[in-house]
Every structure is written in structure tokens, then in C-alpha cells.
């Protein structure tokens, strides 16, 4: 089964000398790129996880309907918000959209896993803190789900084929050959291939004056738009299952 989901947040990267991008334009920057993910899952007729960072749901309802209503799943991402902003805002959506919010994904900050149980959440998807410029440098993880704490945790994927994770940066910077011999390895060994992507590498940042290091650059904008569509290619040719998290979990 392939889990395919997507972080999305506003680019944080600092602009180039003497450029100015607000907080509005980041917002919609974040939106157009969601928006060109969402007609690619269209395309192969796909579903999809959707993490979106606490601090801007309140300020993406019209996105997140857009999302819904095409049989996506809303979950959130936990960059540094606390407990009773995150109980607030899944209150306020769970109202507006009538649709229970499951999942939380967390990197940074981590959240002790009893306090979200008690919010309601059914299950965990926390990423690593690596140090990008290694992507090689992992050890060998447990990739079967568990639970904790009445929570299902779900593990990152690795490939045993090449002991890399599939993180957003080894999508961005890897051939989709080498990707995708990566994927077909991991689900002859594991149940499950989780995918996670970010919004803000859809971003054309030839047209926005980001200052971002070369590598996070690097086929990102419509380039990744078009990995992605050669990945659901890929896996609809090979007639390769794939569902949102909370199905494959409940």
C-alpha cells in the first residue's frame, strides 16, 4: 500500500536582498501550490493525507472544503503550537466541516502522545529532524505500526533496497527511476510505503526571490509537479494500491 501524503505550510526561507514577500503572499504562495497538487491527484484519480500546519488553518477554510470535497483526508501538523491552540482549532474545523480530525504530525516539537489522545487524535505521524545535507546517514528503524498510549504510531518509511527514508527531500533530489525501484523493494518487504512531500518545494522560485540553498532549489516548482505525476504514473501502471492514512489504519 502506498500512503502518499503532503506537509502543507508557508515557506519560511528569508527573501534575497532588498525583496519583500509578506505573510499574505507566503499564504498564497501555499495555496497555489496545494491547489496544482490537488489537480494532479485528480489526473490519476488518487487519494491523499493532507497535514496542514495549525497556525494558518483558520486562514485556509475555503482550501481546505477544496480538499474535502475531492475525498482527501485533513489532518494537521504540529510545528509549535500547544495544546489548547490545537484543541481550539480542530474543534472549530471538526464543527465547520463536520468531519472528525484523526491524524497529527509532528518534527520539531513533540507533543507528549496522552495529552493528544486526549484532543481526540487517532493516530500519530511523526517525522525526523535529520540534517538534510545527509539523507544516507539513518539506521535501520522499526517500520510496523504500533500503539502507544491508545495511539496508532506510524512509522517513516525506509527502503531496504537503499537505506534512504522517503522524506521530501530525497523525492526531490533522487532520479525517478532510482525512486520509484525504491518503492517497488520496500512493498516487496513492508505492508506499507509512507510518502510525505511539502508544499513549499511546488514553489517557483524563479519567480519568487527566496534565498534558499541551491539543493532545496533543485527540481523544485514545476519540476516536482512533474515527478509527482510521473510517480502516480508509475503506480497506477503497476496497479499499486494506494489509500488515505486513516483507511489503511482503521
Known amino acids: 500500500m ?4 503532503f506537509n502543507i505550510l508557508d515557506i519560511e526561507a528569508k527573501t534575497k536582498t532588498n525583496a519583500q514577500i509578506t505573510g499574505d503572499d507566503r499564504l498564497k504562495i501555499t495555496v497555489d501550490n496545494t491547489k496544482a497538487i490537488l ?13 496542514i ?26 510545528k509549535n503550537s500547544s495544546l489548547q491552540e490545537i484543541e481550539a482549532v480542530k474543534k472549530n474545523i471538526e464543527e465547520c466541516f463536520g468531519k472528525q480530525i484523526r491524524g497529527i504530525r509532528q518534527k520539531d516539537v ?20 535529520a540534517n538534510i545535507l ?68 511546488f514553489t517557483d522560485f524563479k519567480t519568487y526571490p527566496f534565498d534558499i540553498p541551491f539543493y532545496r532549489s533543485f527540481s523544485s516548482g514545476k519540476k516536482m509537479e512533474d515527478k509527482l505525476n510521473a510517480l502516480l504514473t508509475w503506480i497506477n501502471e503497476k496497479e499499486m494500491a494506494t489509500s488515505r492514512m486513516k483507511d489503511y489504519i482503521f
Open 2 to 5: 502506498v500512503l502518499l501524503t
Open 39 to 51: 489537480r494532479i491527484l485528480d489526473i490519476h484519480d488518487t487519494k491523499a493525507t493532507f497535514f
Open 53 to 78: 500546519e495549525v497556525s494558518i488553518v483558520e486562514k485556509l477554510h475555503h482550501l481546505i472544503k477544496a480538499i474535502s470535497t475531492r475525498g482527501h483526508e485533513i489532518a494537521f501538523y504540529n
Open 110 to 129: 513533540k507533543l507528549p502522545q496522552e495529552n493528544l489522545k486526549l484532543l481526540e487524535f487517532n493516530y500519530v505521524s511523526n517525522i525526523d529532524n
Open 134 to 201: 545527509f539523507p544516507f546517514k539513518r539506521l535501520k528503524r522499526d517500520t510496523e505500526i504500533t500503539e502507544e498510549d491508545g495511539l496508532s504510531i506510524i512509522p517513516e518509511s525506509i527502503s531496504p533496497y537503499s537505506q534512504l527514508p522517503y522524506n521530501d527531500f530525497v523525492f526531490q533530489i533522487l532520479p525517478m527511476k532510482y525512486y520509484q525501484n525504491m518503492v517497488f523493494e520496500t512493498l516487496k518487504n513492508d505492508e506499507f510505503v509512507l510518502i510525505y512531500l511539502n508544499s513549499w518545494q
